[in-house]
Nanobody, 119 residues
Framework: QVQLVESGGGLVQPGGSLRLSCQAS?????????MGWYRQAPGKQRELVAR??????????TYADSVKGRFTISRDNAAGTVYLQMNRLQPEDTANYFC?????????WGPGTQVTVSS
Protein backbone atom coordinates (compact mmCIF):
# COMPACT_ATOMS: atom_id res chain seq x y z
CA GLN A 1 0.00 0.00 0.00
CA VAL A 2 1.37 3.40 -0.97
CA GLN A 3 1.46 6.09 1.70
CA LEU A 4 2.48 9.71 1.40
CA VAL A 5 3.79 11.17 4.64
CA GLU A 6 4.23 14.86 5.30
CA SER A 7 6.55 16.44 7.84
CA GLY A 8 8.11 19.76 8.77
CA GLY A 9 5.13 21.72 10.05
CA GLY A 10 5.08 23.70 13.25
CA LEU A 11 4.41 27.03 14.91
CA VAL A 12 6.11 30.03 13.33
CA GLN A 13 5.82 33.78 13.72
CA PRO A 14 4.53 35.94 10.87
CA GLY A 15 7.33 36.55 8.40
CA GLY A 16 9.02 33.28 9.27
CA SER A 17 9.85 30.26 7.15
CA LEU A 18 9.27 26.52 7.15
CA ARG A 19 10.20 23.72 4.80
CA LEU A 20 7.76 20.86 4.43
CA SER A 21 8.76 17.41 3.18
CA CYS A 22 6.73 14.66 1.55
CA GLN A 23 7.97 11.09 1.26
CA ALA A 24 6.35 7.98 -0.16
CA SER A 25 6.41 4.51 1.25
CA UNK A 26 5.53 1.51 -0.86
CA UNK A 27 6.44 3.21 -4.10
CA UNK A 28 9.13 5.43 -5.56
CA UNK A 29 7.96 9.03 -5.47
CA UNK A 30 9.61 9.57 -8.85
CA UNK A 31 6.79 7.45 -10.30
CA UNK A 32 4.47 10.39 -9.65
CA UNK A 33 5.43 12.80 -12.38
CA UNK A 34 2.97 15.42 -11.16
CA MET A 35 2.90 16.18 -7.46
CA GLY A 36 1.11 18.86 -5.50
CA TRP A 37 0.99 20.45 -2.10
CA TYR A 38 -2.47 21.17 -0.78
CA ARG A 39 -3.75 22.81 2.38
CA GLN A 40 -6.94 22.89 4.38
CA ALA A 41 -7.74 25.53 6.94
CA PRO A 42 -10.47 25.01 9.56
CA GLY A 43 -13.89 25.46 8.03
CA LYS A 44 -12.52 25.73 4.49
CA GLN A 45 -12.17 23.40 1.55
CA ARG A 46 -8.83 21.84 0.73
CA GLU A 47 -7.00 23.85 -1.90
CA LEU A 48 -4.01 23.29 -4.15
CA VAL A 49 -1.17 25.68 -3.33
CA ALA A 50 1.64 24.40 -5.56
CA ARG A 51 2.35 21.68 -8.08
CA UNK A 52 5.34 20.38 -9.96
CA UNK A 53 5.29 18.58 -13.28
CA UNK A 54 8.45 16.65 -14.03
CA UNK A 55 9.75 15.54 -17.40
CA UNK A 56 13.11 14.13 -18.32
CA UNK A 57 14.22 17.64 -19.17
CA UNK A 58 12.86 19.89 -16.47
CA UNK A 59 10.43 20.52 -13.63
CA UNK A 60 7.60 22.98 -14.23
CA UNK A 61 6.01 24.61 -11.20
CA THR A 62 2.67 26.35 -10.71
CA TYR A 63 1.40 28.25 -7.68
CA ALA A 64 -1.81 29.61 -6.27
CA ASP A 65 -1.92 33.39 -6.42
CA SER A 66 -2.02 33.57 -2.63
CA VAL A 67 1.43 31.98 -2.27
CA LYS A 68 3.16 33.03 -5.48
CA GLY A 69 6.54 34.56 -4.77
CA ARG A 70 6.62 33.17 -1.22
CA PHE A 71 6.39 29.39 -1.64
CA THR A 72 8.62 27.12 -3.72
CA ILE A 73 7.87 23.50 -4.58
CA SER A 74 10.73 21.23 -5.54
CA ARG A 75 11.56 17.57 -5.69
CA ASP A 76 14.63 15.41 -5.14
CA ASN A 77 13.90 12.03 -6.66
CA ALA A 78 17.18 10.60 -5.39
CA ALA A 79 16.05 11.43 -1.87
CA GLY A 80 12.49 10.35 -2.61
CA THR A 81 11.16 13.67 -1.38
CA VAL A 82 9.00 16.55 -2.55
CA TYR A 83 9.52 19.83 -0.68
CA LEU A 84 7.56 22.98 -0.06
CA GLN A 85 9.70 25.91 1.03
CA MET A 86 7.47 28.52 2.63
CA ASN A 87 8.83 32.01 3.24
CA ARG A 88 7.23 35.21 4.56
CA LEU A 89 4.51 33.16 6.21
CA GLN A 90 1.31 34.96 7.13
CA PRO A 91 -1.46 34.05 9.60
CA GLU A 92 -3.72 33.16 6.65
CA ASP A 93 -1.26 30.42 5.72
CA THR A 94 -2.31 28.55 8.88
CA ALA A 95 -3.64 25.16 7.75
CA ASN A 96 -2.97 21.46 7.60
CA TYR A 97 -0.71 20.84 4.62
CA PHE A 98 -0.87 17.68 2.49
CA CYS A 99 0.99 16.29 -0.47
CA UNK A 100 -0.65 14.18 -3.15
CA UNK A 101 -0.51 13.49 -6.83
CA UNK A 102 -1.85 16.13 -9.17
CA UNK A 103 -4.73 15.79 -9.82
CA UNK A 104 -5.20 14.41 -6.33
CA UNK A 105 -6.04 10.79 -5.68
CA UNK A 106 -8.21 10.05 -2.64
CA UNK A 107 -6.25 6.89 -1.91
CA UNK A 108 -3.07 8.88 -1.28
CA TRP A 109 -4.15 11.45 1.31
CA GLY A 110 -1.91 11.27 4.36
CA PRO A 111 -2.38 12.84 7.79
CA GLY A 112 -0.85 16.15 6.72
CA THR A 113 1.42 18.39 8.73
CA GLN A 114 0.03 21.34 10.66
CA VAL A 115 1.39 24.82 10.01
CA THR A 116 0.40 27.54 12.43
CA VAL A 117 1.46 31.13 11.85
CA SER A 118 0.94 33.24 14.93
CA SER A 119 2.70 35.76 17.09
Amino acid sequence: QVQLVESGGGLVQPGGSLRLSCQASGRDISDFWRMGWYRQAPGKQRELVARVTSTSATDTTTYADSVKGRFTISRDNAAGTVYLQMNRLQPEDTANYFCNKYPSDDTYWGPGTQVTVSS
